[in-house]
């Protein structure tokens, strides 16, 4: 009789290894929000016509790019263009502030030769208020460099 060898233990599948990767989530998040209708973000997403690139659809094929790309912990995925596609080509790697300024309801400014949004503006050395009070200057009709270098009153 055949003396029987027990099977080698099986390992965990791929899958389960790459989901604890700190990439996998930005890569299978930016397919539900895309191609996931019942996503709480989908109507931001697919149903404007946000796709994910086809060189994307394997999650190897984003991670490599991610890394070429120097993505590193703390970075998000940022849409060069926020109406585009996620794809190389229109995709960075950002800080959170940084991709907040890239956001659709941003108000950008040219001023100066620099144009740029307007919570940059407020961190500019020239200008004398905070970012609330020079959207409500804005607001109430201004002109940006009025509103960029005169300092507030203290009453």
């Known amino acids: 009789m055949l003396e029987r060898k027990p099977l080698p233990r099986r390992t965990k599948p791929v899958k389960v290894a790459v989901s604890k990767e ?3 989530p930005v890569w299978s998040t930016m397919h539900a929000r895309c191609e996931n209708p019942k996503h709480n973000r ?3 997403y697919g149903a404007r016509g946000i796709r994910v690139d086809q060189v994307w659809a394997t999650y ?3 991670r490599s790019w991610a890394m070429e790309s120097g993505w590193e912990p703390g970075l998000t995925i940022d ?3 926020s109406d585009g596609n996620y794809c190389p080509e229109n995709c960075r790697w950002a800080t959170v502030t940084e991709q907040n300024r890239n956001k659709g309801n941003n108000k950008t400014v040219l001023f100066d030769g620099t144009e740029q949004a307007l ?8 200008c004398a ?3 609330k009070i020079l959207w409500e200057r804005l607001d109430a009709g201004w002109d940006f460099e009025t509103a ?5 009153k203290i009453r």
């Open 22 to 24: 700190h990439l996998y």
């Open 42 to 44: 989908y109507h931001r």
């Open 148 to 152: 960029l270098i005169t300092s507030q």
């Open 79 to 81: 849409r060069i263009n």
């Open 129 to 131: 208020v905070t970012y």
């Open 119 to 126: 919570s940059q503006w407020a961190e500019d050395p020239r």
């Open 60 to 62: 190897p094929a984003f």
